[in-house]
């Protein structure tokens, strides 16, 4: 550049020749053109341009070079509204500007470009201590500001993104916790605490709402506390015994827990399952369940402790009443002998009917203790022939066959496993009400059979009594195997009404079932389950 200011025609510029320069210029030129930094000196009144060497590149292959002597708005008309308020500030005030990466776009290289500069402009002084000229010190950033955009670039794209990253994980985490919000079961994801290789607690790093319910909180209130810090007194419980080892071993955990502790009272079935460094637990509370099954079995032992004391009532009183009315007939009997010759019609029509009245109370005493006696079956069972059963049954019951005209069919009687006598009284009782409740006039027909029937997965054998009798209304096929329970008045056919509760207590003793079917007028059919237990089966057909 020096060669160039040596060069030029200086007598047409408002500066004149190099000889008429004053020393302050010549100084400043001096610093300006001797520095390896970009310098630029705007002077005098038309703000005359000069440059150094390290300025040069600055101005392109193409366009503004030379610009040694030109006046400053000719060589920057592009920028120049741009820059000649600064220079007029500074001309005026002396204060010097300063800017970093500041985007100044000028001509150059064939085009405008924008090129991105840090520079600042000071005043210079002339010999008489006026400012006269304008010192600029600059170095181009463009390459340093592009960086840096791209960088930033980067980054808010890459900030974009884990923006973007963070809402799509806020979201599912949300979406995430609606979802096991609806599950009503309590579920909890948890993080081991440790302490000297040793797990002392655990944290929550993830509950739904029917967990924190428990702990009358949010989930979001719950995320990130320890255990310990709800429910304190869970370390003395599997809990946290249980949950730990499931962490340490790995192995899922299945258990039950009375959690009597913390101001609870919860029964709840429990499981834990470790996912990598985590541990899942659910649980079922079964609380409510459980406190009805408590109370259950205190009203079963109870009910036991009451039906125990009933029957043994009834025991004691069907012996201690049977010694009274063997007496009471007796002198029934000792008392219409002597005064039989005395008796009008009437009055032995009276002594009959308190001889009835007793003969029903004897049987009704037997039936009850024949029914207390019931509660306590025998130890042992023992292979019961059906079919040789009943026909011993029918031979006691000979008269009444014979009475009533009655044709019993036995087919295919099996051999069960049993209590012999206890079977008897029910076939006996189901045989004696078939005989007993019959259409007058009628040929009494009886049938009993028997097939193989499943029932819930278990195998019985299905004995059916069939009658042709007066039947009754189906609405009292559950009510007639209640204690005590007549269809019909004593005078129209004698019994107790307890009959067909001891046929149903006998079915229970040996966990079967048996029901009735009926309509008036049509006869009855009673239907025993009684189970198949792998015993040797002797079906006997009809002779």
Request: aromatic share 10%.
């Amino acid at each position: 550049m020096g060669a160039l200011i040596l060069r030029h025609d200086w007598s047409a510029t408002p500066i004149g020749t190099m000889d008429q320069w004053p020393p302050s210029l010549r100084t400043t030129l001096g610093i300006l053109l001797h520095s390896a930094f970009p310098m630029f000196l705007f002077w005098g009144p038309e703000l005359t341009c000069f440059y150094n060497d390290a300025f040069r590149p600055s101005l392109g292959i193409e366009g503004k070079h030379p610009a040694i002597g030109k006046r400053g708005k000719e060589v920057w008309a592009d920028i120049w509204e741009f820059i000649c308020p600064l220079i007029n500030q500074i001309m005026t005030t002396g204060a010097p500007v300063y800017f970093e990466d500041q985007l100044v776009p000028f001509y150059r290289n064939g085009r405008m470009e924008d090129i991105y500069w840090t520079f600042s402009y000071s005043p210079v002084y002339n010999d008489e201590g006026n400012i006269n000229g304008v010192f600029v010190t600059c170095t181009e950033t463009t390459a340093h500001v592009v960086d840096r955009k791209k960088i930033e670039d980067i980054v808010a794209l890459r900030t974009r993104e884990l923006e973007e990253a963070h809402e799509a994980l806020v979201h599912s985490n949300n979406y995430l916790q609606q979802l096991i919000n609806l599950s009503r079961e309590p579920m909890q994801v948890l993080t081991p605490v440790f302490e000297n290789n040793r797990i002392v607690d655990f944290r929550y790093k993830l509950t739904n709402q029917a967990y924190a319910n428990y702990a009358h909180a949010t989930p979001e209130a719950l995320h990130d506390h320890k255990v310990s810090e709800v429910f304190p007194s869970y370390f003395e419980t599997s809990s946290f015994i249980n949950v730990a080892k499931t962490f340490e071993t790995g192995k899922d955990d299945n258990w039950e827990i009375h959690y009597n502790a913390d101001g609870r009272d919860l029964y709840n079935e429990m499981n834990a399952v470790k996912l990598e460094n985590e541990v899942v637990v659910h649980f079922t509370d079964f609380t409510r369940l459980k406190h009805l099954q408590l109370e259950l079995l205190h009203k079963i032992k109870e009910l036991e402790r009451s039906n125990e004391q009933l029957e043994e009532f009834a025991h004691v009183a069907s012996h201690d009443l049977k010694e009274p009315i063997r007496k009471v007939q007796f002198f029934i009997t000792r008392l219409k002998k002597e005064l039989e010759p005395k008796l009008n019609d009437s009055e032995k029509e009276l002594f009959t009917r308190i001889e009835s009245a007793n003969v029903r109370m004897g049987k009704l005493v037997d039936d009850l203790l024949t029914y207390s006696q019931l509660r306590t079956p025998p130890d042992q069972k023992e292979a019961v022939d059906l079919e040789s059963l009943l026909r011993q049954i029918l031979d006691d019951l000979a008269l009444e066959v014979l009475d009533k005209n009655a044709t019993v069919q036995l087919v295919d009687l099996p051999v069960v496993h049993g209590y012999r006598g206890q079977l008897q009284q029910l076939f006996q009782n189901l045989l004696s009400n078939a005989l007993k409740y019959t259409n007058p006039g009628q040929p009494v027909a009886i049938d009993v059979s028997c097939s193989k029937q499943q029932d819930n997965g278990v195998e019985y054998y299905q004995v059916q009594v069939k009658d042709n009798g007066i039947g009754f209304e189906q609405e009292y096929a559950d009510k007639i195997f209640q204690l005590f329970t007549r269809l019909h008045g004593k005078h129209e056919y004698a019994g107790t009404g307890i009959g067909l509760s001891i046929v149903k207590k006998v079915v229970e003793n040996h966990h079967g079932k048996v029901w009735a079917e009926s309509k008036p007028g049509e006869g009855s059919v009673f239907t025993v389950l009684l189970p198949v237990v792998g015993e040797k089966e002797e079906v006997k057909s009809q002779k």
